[in-house]
C-alpha cells in the first residue's frame, strides 16, 4: 500500500456567471501541484468543485426567469460551462463537489446540528451589515469609508433573527494556529489575519451562520426558515466530498487532514480563521496548510465584468494552446504576490520561454539527430570537458526544482528548468554541431555525444516540466525517444538514462512564435467586441414633443421621502407598501408595483423621491398617497426599473424644484 498520500483543495467556485483567467490561475496552479506530487509517487487526492447556494445566485437566478437550480446546472454543466473548461484546460481533478449535491446537504444539516448541540452554535439576534455580492456580514468598525472591506461595495443593512458561531471561544487557539505554527502562507498574511480579526478592538466576533431572508441554501432541518450560511456550507465541502457524515464516499480516514488548500487572498480570512474554529468546534484534525496566492489584474487594473477587462481563458487556450496558458501563468507571477496580466506579457512569454527557448532547442536537436544520424545515435561516444558544466547543471535539477516545488514556488520551479534550457542552447553554440559535421569520419563521435548531451538535458527538463505543460511534454518525450522508464520522477536525477543508440524523430514545430504586432491588435479588437456586446441593449422611449408651461410643471409636488417600512402586498406579486417619513411627522403610505424589481428589505432606510399631491387612489383595498418616481428604459426586450434614490443626507420632506 501507498503511504505517501497528498490531498489538495482549490476553492469551490461561485457559478454565478463564467469563470475568468483569474479563476483559472488557482485551478492551474492546484493541478501542477497535483501533477507534481502523482509524478513524486503519491497517491493524490485533488478535489474543485462549485459553491452554489446564497443571496446571489437565487437573485440572478430570478433575474434570469429561471430556478436557482437551473441557473447553477447552466452554469456548472453546460457546455462552455465550469466542467468544461477544466476539461479545456486538463485539470487533473479526482473529485468534483457541488454544494448541491444531496450527500453534501445531508453533511451540513448533521454538521450544522451537532455544533448546535455542542454549545457552538446558539440563536440570537443580527443586526449588522451585509456585503450582498460577497455574501458576507460586517460590524460597523469592519467597514472601510462605510463600505465593504473585501470588496469595497456598497454594504447594506441587516437585522434579522439568526444563529451565531460562537468562534469567539476559538480565537486564543487560532490565534496560536497563526502565530506559532506554519499552518497559513505565505507569512506576510498572517499578521493581517490577527491584527484585523482576533486583535481588534472586541476581539473575535461571533459569526453569524444562518439567514432567514432567502431560501437558495441548505436548510436548517430543525429551525424551517432558516438557511445554513453559504461559507459554513462552502467550507465544510473539502470534508464532505471525503464523505464526512455522509455514505457517498469513504476517505475521510485516507486523506483527511488535507495537506494543501489554495485560496485567493481574500478568501484567506474564511478559511484561515473560520474554518479551523470550525474543525475545532467539531473536534477534527486541522489541515496542515493554507497558501493564500495573489490576484491577477489585467492592465494594472481589477478584473472584472463591468469594466470589460475579464480575460477568457477559453479564447487563450483556443489561440495559443492550453500548455502555452498554462505555463505562462505559473511562470509569470509569484505564486503569493499579485501579478499583472497583460497580453504583451503572455505573447512575450511564449515567444521567449517556449518558442526560443525550450522549442528551439527541442527542435534543432531532434533535427540535427535526423540529419547527422538518420534519427539514431551511435554507440560509439566521445565525451569532452566541456560537456561537464551541463551535465552537473541537468543532473542537480530535480533537486533545485523539488525545493522549490516543495514551497509552492511555481515560478522559481520553472526558473530552475529555464537555466538548464538556456544553458543547453548555449552548449549547441559552444560545440558549433555544424561544424564537427564537416568531417564525420573524425568528429562522428564527438558529435553523437553532444547530441546525446543535449538530449538527456531536454529529457530532465521535460520531466520537471509535465505537471504544468503535460500534453506538449508527452510530445517531446515522443520526439527525443524516451519511454515511460525515462519520463519518471527517479529518472530526473539520473544522468544517462536514455539508451547510447537512441532514436530520435523530430516532429511538428511545439510552440509557433507569435507575430507581437498583429497579435495585440487583434485581441484589442476582440477586446472592444467584448465590451461592447456586454453592454446593456437600451431601447430609449421617444421623447415627447407636446411642452408642459412652467407653471403647470410647478404644480407638482416632489418631496425626498425616507422609507421607515416596506412590505410585500398580501396576494399580491406586483405591490410593495411603504410606510414613509415626508418630514410632517405623520406616516406616508404609497403603494407601487415595483415587487419584480426589489426586494422590501433592500429599501428601508433609503431616500426617495416621491410626487405627494396626486389624489389619494386605492390599491387592493389600501390607500396610496402619492406616487414613487422610478427611471424606466428597456433592455434586451425587458421592462428594467429604477427607483430614484437619492444622498440620504437630503433630509426628509425636501422639495425638489
Ligand atoms: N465560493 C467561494 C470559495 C469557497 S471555498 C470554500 C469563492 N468563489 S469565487 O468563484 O468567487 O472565487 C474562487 C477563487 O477564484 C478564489 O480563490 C478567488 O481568489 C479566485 N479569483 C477570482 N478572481 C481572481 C483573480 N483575478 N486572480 C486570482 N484569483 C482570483 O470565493
Not at 546 to 551: G, I, T
Request: with cysteine.
Amino acid at each position: 500500500m501507498n503511504d505517501k498520500k497528498f490531498y489538495i483543495t482549490t476553492p469551490i467556485y461561485y457559478p454565478s456567471g463564467k469563470l475568468h483567467i483569474g479563476h483559472a490561475y488557482c485551478t492551474v496552479a492546484t493541478d501542477a501541484m497535483a501533477r507534481y506530487k502523482r509524478l513524486c509517487g503519491y497517491d493524490v487526492m485533488f478535489l474543485t468543485g462549485t459553491d452554489e447556494h446564497g443571496q446571489k445566485i437565487e437573485d440572478k437566478a430570478r433575474e434570469a426567469g429561471v430556478t436557482p437550480q437551473e441557473f447553477v446546472d447552466n452554469i456548472v454543466a453546460a457546455p462552455g460551462g465550469v466542467l468544461d473548461l477544466w476539461k479545456l484546460m486538463n485539470i487533473s481533478y479526482d473529485r468534483f463537489i457541488r454544494t448541491t449535491d444531496a450527500y453534501h446537504v445531508e453533511s451540513i444539516q448533521k454538521i450544522f446540528k451537532a455544533m448546535y448541540d455542542n454549545g457552538d452554535i446558539y440563536k440570537g439576534s443580527y443586526k449588522g451589515k451585509y456585503c450582498k455580492p460577497c455574501e458576507s456580514f460586517w460590524t460597523e468598525s469592519q467597514l472601510v469609508d462605510g463600505k465593504c472591506p473585501d470588496c469595497g461595495r456598497e454594504v447594506m443593512d441587516a437585522e434579522e433573527e439568526a444563529y451565531f458561531f460562537r468562534a469567539s471561544k476559538y480565537a486564543g487557539r487560532v490565534r496560536d494556529l497563526l502565530l506559532n505554527t506554519d499552518f497559513l502562507e505565505p507569512k506576510s498574511r498572517v499578521h493581517e489575519m490577527v491584527n484585523n480579526f482576533i486583535d481588534c478592538e472586541g476581539g473575535l466576533q461571533d459569526l453569524c451562520v444562518s439567514r432567514t431572508s432567502f431560501t437558495w441554501g441548505v436548510p436548517v432541518d430543525f429551525d424551517p426558515g432558516h438557511v445554513v450560511y453559504v461559507w459554513l456550507d462552502a467550507l465544510f465541502n473539502y470534508m464532505t466530498a471525503l464523505g464526512y457524515q455522509n455514505s457517498q464516499y469513504h476517505d475521510v480516514e485516507k486523506f483527511w487532514p488535507a495537506d494543501a488548500h489554495f485560496v485567493g487572498k481574500e478568501i484567506v480570512r474564511f478559511h484561515a480563521i473560520y474554518w479551523p474554529a470550525f474543525l475545532m468546534s467539531m473536534n477534527l484534525p486541522l489541515p496542515k496548510k493554507l497558501y493564500g496566492h495573489g490576484w491577477l489584474n489585467f492592465n494594472g487594473d481589477k478584473m472584472s465584468k463591468s469594466k470589460g477587462n475579464v480575460v477568457d481563458p477559453h479564447l487563450l487556450s483556443e489561440r495559443y494552446g492550453v500548455d502555452a496558458l498554462r505555463f505562462f501563468l505559473l511562470r509569470s507571477f509569484p505564486f503569493g504576490s499579485d501579478g499583472n496580466f497583460t497580453n504583451e506579457l503572455l505573447i512575450q512569454t511564449i515567444n521567449n520561454d517556449l518558442a526560443n527557448d525550450l522549442g528551439n532547442l527541442v527542435s534543432r536537436t531532434t533535427a540535427m539527430a535526423e540529419k547527422y544520424f538518420a534519427g539514431k545515435l551511435p554507440q560509439d561516444k566521445q565525451s569532452a570537458e566541456l560537456d561537464d558544466e551541463l551535465i552537473s547543471l541537468a543532473a542537480g535539477l530535480r533537486s533545485r526544482y523539488e525545493e522549490q516545488m516543495e514551497k509552492f514556488q511555481f515560478q522559481n520551479a520553472l526558473e530552475e528548468i529555464f537555466k538548464v534550457i538556456q544553458r543547453a542552447n548555449k552548449y549547441i553554440d559552444e560545440n558549433a554541431p555544424w561544424a564537427l559535421a564537416k568531417d564525420m569520419d573524425a568528429n562522428g563521435p564527438r558529435l553523437a555525444a553532444v547530441l546525446y548531451n543535449l538530449l538527456e538535458s531536454v529529457r530532465i527538463c521535460t520531466v520537471l516540466l509535465t505537471p504544468f505543460m503535460p500534453e506538449s511534454c508527452g510530445r517531446i518525450f515522443a520526439q527525443i525517444g524516451a519511454d515511460e522508464s525515462a519520463r519518471t520522477w527517479d529518472s530526473a536525477e539520473k544522468w544517462g538514462v536514455l539508451p547510447a543508440v537512441v532514436s530520435v524523430t523530430k516532429g511538428e514545430n511545439l510552440f509557433p512564435r507569435i507575430d507581437m504586432a498583429k497579435e495585440l491588435s487583434e485581441l484589442d479588437a476582440i477586446m472592444e467586441e467584448t465590451k461592447k456586446a456586454a453592454l446593456p441593449q437600451l431601447e430609449v422611449e421617444p421623447f415627447l414633443t407636446e411642452q408642459v408651461d412652467f407653471d403647470t410643471f410647478c404644480k407638482s409636488d416632489f418631496r425626498a421621502v425616507k422609507v421607515k417600512a416596506c412590505e410585500n402586498v398580501r396576494k399580491s406579486d406586483k405591490l410593495l407598501k411603504f410606510t414613509l417619513d415626508d418630514g410632517t411627522g405623520t406616516d406616508r403610505q404609497i403603494l407601487s408595483g415595483i415587487a419584480k424589481w426589489y426586494k422590501p428589505e433592500e429599501l428601508v432606510g433609503k431616500t426617495l423621491v416621491a410626487i405627494v399631491n396626486l389624489p389619494p387612489r386605492k390599491m387592493m383595498g389600501r390607500e396610496s398617497q402619492g406616487m414613487l418616481i422610478s427611471a424606466v428604459h428597456m433592455e434586451k426586450g425587458e421592462e428594467c426599473l429604477h427607483l430614484l434614490m437619492v444622498d440620504d443626507a437630503i433630509p426628509a420632506g425636501a422639495k425638489l424644484c
